[in-house]
């Protein structure tokens, strides 16, 4: 099978599109996302300011910071074109789950890796790995994991963020790409996760309120409306608005909903979200997290309203069309919105982009600098070694992950499902569910972690590269998901190592630790600003 080249599509998307407001948004936009880089650069004198912020943040930040590097670019472009390609119950099902994905995550873990990150420091989530079950090929599987993983969800961020460069820009998607890696790049490698955090909350604000304007515009530029359009769809795309799911012949296959569902359900094994919570400056504001995500992702699931608008529009013949269903939300802004609309959208989309990026750039160099060469291989370095080497490692996610977006042949949603597997299928076992079973052994997560991890591998990226396929429809990074947490606890259920009694003081807090409230530290141990009550 020989590989499709973006560049060959890119370089001519077939979009009439040309805006000096656009270019000034986006120029404006970068100059502020570099000002707040700079300015969080002051502030990295340590590995602990560049990975966790100090752990200083409040809970709007952070939960705004968690929404917005969850949204992103494969959220809003990939999903607005999978919405086209099959049909409004993959938008329907999609946007019903999205929202228990964060009551979960927050659930799961949330006190418990705010508990961890005080009484034992840890700083990145290979840390809470290591400490929960005490053995240093857990922690390099968990960097492993972590590191692949960021470059394979990074590229789905980069394969996006090319396309909205050539709309926005009279170039081609390959020099669109870098001139948008080269600002994404700057301003996450000299600021860490401060400048992270700090961008997140006003991308998170921007992308919400860029949902909303899409969704009116699209709407209210209909002629008939929301009747008009489904009778005009249903006429030349009768499958659109079946269920696959109520036993209908619709356009989604029953696999990729499952999909969907499988994905959600395992938000907790998201690297960004984890690493956040050591963040967080009480334990007690935590409880509103999970409403403030969940609210600022429901604002930004109206971009995918453009999908069945734009289905309508080409049956009428408003709009030719187009084979790369990832092209639909930025035709549709063009087709329906106000000029000044769509470059403020377009800008939006960018920060969706940028935001998921800089986090994910962070944690995937912390997995080299912390978790390998610090941990792993006990190498001594200096605070300022520490953030050198950070921002070399950033640098260089970067650049494989652009080369992994410019050359990847499937859709942008199939990308970034990759990659969120790959961080699934060993961290979501190792330390959402082994934060909350006891009888999660080591044995356990290595054999279901490496196993879940080559499945990935083998399904997700070899079945895009070479044709293979997972059973039922299932994406394959999923299918391997699955595998890995039954292997994961199966072997936990025969193994007796990493017991409940054998742990620290500090890890067994964490495990105590309520997932809503409640919970006692030892007398030696202080959280949550100097009291000893968790949920004070």
Known sequence: MSLVILQSWGGNLGVDYQSTMAMVFFGLFSLLMLGIGF???????????????GRSAGILVIALSIFASTQSGWGIIGLSGTVYALGTE???????????????????VGRKMRVLGTTINAITVPDAMY?????ERVRLLGAISVFLGSMGYLAAQYAALGIIMAVIFPVNFITGLIIGLGIVGVYTVIGGILAAIWSDAIQGAIMALSGILTFYFIVTSNPGGVGQMITTVQGEFPQFFNFTLLGMDGLAPLGLLLSILIINLTHAGQPHAITKFYMIRRVSLLKWGALISGAAYLMTTLFWWAAPYMRAAVARGDVRSFENPDLVLPLALIEFAPDIVTAFVLTGIVAAIMSTSNGFLNVGASAITHDFMKEYRQTEMTNEQEVRYGRIATATILVIAGVIAATFPGLIFVLGAAGWAIFATVIFPGVALAYNWKGATTEGILWGGSVGLLSTLVFAYGGQYFGWSAPFSLLGGQFAQLIGIVVFVGVSLITSTATYEDLKPEVKAALDTGRLKGGQLPEHLVADGGEDEIDA
């Open 131 to 135: 400490h929960r079950f005490e053995d």
């Open 90 to 108: 993959f938008m329907m099902w999609a946007t019903t789950v999205i929202v228990f994905s964060f009551v979960i995550s927050y659930w799961l």
């Open 39 to 53: 300015v969080a650069s002051r502030y990295m004198s340590s590995e602990e300011d560049y990975y966790v912020a």
